[in-house]
């Protein structure tokens, strides 16, 4: 019995007895660490790390990293309702993506946040009327693109040249000029945010030189920032990759900002919730194939769907170790793509009925969950020692349907 895996000091079989399956459970204590070792490699006072909401939006989640003194990353309007719902403090709140509607503009101006992280001219425009409008100064910073290659998966990447994400460097100049001839708009930084899952943090610091030459350019043309923004970014470990030096990270960012009055903001996402959460899910059949064999389980890509769009690697384990030889298999869901799979080609030893967990789902997995197949999106507990609680109630069948009208 010792060997059974566990969350804590709760046995993962035991959760999914108590809550059911598929289910994503959370460790408190890593969330915890994680926030930690950010505050800890980053002690210069004027850091504000800004967890990045879309990695993870559990209200739970939110209020824990709120209460550790995080600020929050978001990229909608209903991101911005959940920080605040969850206690969360706009005025550490920035607002990213390419997209703002006017509503959103016009809620997180009357929320006081600490900033517009803006990716186009026309998005600056819009912020100035909405700002005119509600008779408030916004205050802004421009997403430049940095154009490193990050040298990770390609939709994860987004410091090219070549992609939807902030502004052009060389039209940078030009940007910051038309911002500072609008009167609702108030300077206050220069952001850039190049890529998701990086384990060499190499380009992140290439991002940030090519960030200070513009700072240096800006200041010579009479506009000074207050602070600057790397973005999130660093890498977790799923299966083989090397663990990312925060702690170089940091030293290297100090370095390079030394001498300067800039506040440094960091948004990291994956790396603050990914490795504190799995995903807990029964094994329905064992399908024997003709070419391959089949673990079928009852998670989907509905659940977890960075299998199906990227390729992505997700370690697996039998919660409760089976004795006889692994098989080689491929772990799918019941939903009908082909696109449907956990992992393939994995040796696992399992039977039906057993519990697997799919590890590194803290991030990019419940925030991501889709109600394809009309299956309810999946419950989620958190757990702290030998104590858990759930944080969010399995959705219901009826649920699902209450939106819909006019079929009898
Ligand atoms: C997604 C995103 C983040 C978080 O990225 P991670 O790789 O999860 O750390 C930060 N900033 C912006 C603008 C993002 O779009």
Excluded: W
């Excluded at 969350?7 to 108590?18: D, F, G, R, S």
């Excluded at 909401?53 to 939110?62: D, F, P, Q, Y």
């Excluded at 403090?89 to 509503?103: H, L, N």
């Excluded at 006889?324 to 039906?352: H, N, S, W, Y």
Aim: proline share 4%; net charge negative; charged share 20%.
């Amino acid at each position: 019995m010792t060997d059974i895996l566990r969350c804590e000091a709760v046995p993962l079989p035991q959760l999914a007895a108590e809550y059911g399956t598929p289910l994503y459970v959370y460790s408190e204590q890593a969330l915890t660490q994680a926030y930690q070792q950010y505050a800890h490699s980053f002690t210069t006072p004027n850091t504000l790390i800004c967890y990045a909401v879309k990695a993870n939006s559990n209200l739970s989640i939110l209020k824990h990293f709120a209460q550790l003194g995080s600020g929050f990353d978001i990229v909608s309007g209903g991101e911005l309702a959940r920080v605040l719902a969850a206690g969360g403090d706009a005025s550490k709140t920035i607002f990213s993506g390419v997209g703002k509607s006017e509503a959103e503009i016009e809620f997180a101006l009357q929320q006081g946040i600490l900033c517009f992280n803006v990716e186009s001219l026309p998005e600056l425009d819009r912020i100035n009327t909405v700002a005119f409008r509600l008779g408030c100064v916004a205050p802004i910073s421009l997403r430049i693109n940095p154009d490193v290659d990050a040298h990770t998966h390609p939709y994860i990447s987004t410091g090219l040249k070549a992609n939807k994400f902030g502004i052009a460097y060389a039209d940078a100049l030009m940007a910051y000029q038309h911002a500072a001839q609008l009167p609702h708009l108030h300077i206050v930084g220069i952001d850039c945010h190049i890529g998701s899952q990086l384990t060499d943090l190499s380009p992140l610091v290439e991002a940030l030189e090519r960030l200070l030459l513009l700072v240096d350019k800006l200041a010579d043309n009479g506009i000074v920032l207050q602070h600057i923004d790397l973005g999130g970014g660093v890498g977790i470990v799923y299966h083989n990759e090397n663990v990312p030096d925060l702690a170089a990270y940091a030293q290297s960012i100090r370095q390079h900002l030394q001498g300067t009055n800039l506040k440094l903001i960091l948004e990291p996402g994956r790396s603050l919730v990914g490795n504190a959460g799995m995903l807990i899910t029964r094994v329905e059949y064992i399908k024997k194939g003709e070419q391959k064999n089949f673990v079928i389980v009852d998670a989907a890509m509905n659940d977890l769907m960075r299998p199906a769009l990227y390729q992505a690697y997700h370690r697996i384990e039998n919660t409760t170790p089976r004795p006889q030889a692994p098989m080689l298999v491929d772990v799918v869901g019941p939903i009908c793509e082909t696109g449907d799979f956990l992992a393939q080609d994995r040796k696992l030893a399992a039977q039906t009925g057993d519990i697997l967990a799919v590890m590194s789902a803290g991030a990019y997995a419940a925030s991501m969950a889709s109600n394809y197949n009309t299956r309810p999106r999946a419950a989620e507990v958190m757990v702290a020692g030998s104590q858990h609680r759930l944080i969010r109630r399995r959705e219901t069948i009826t649920e699902l349907m209450a939106n819909e009208r006019d079929y009898v």
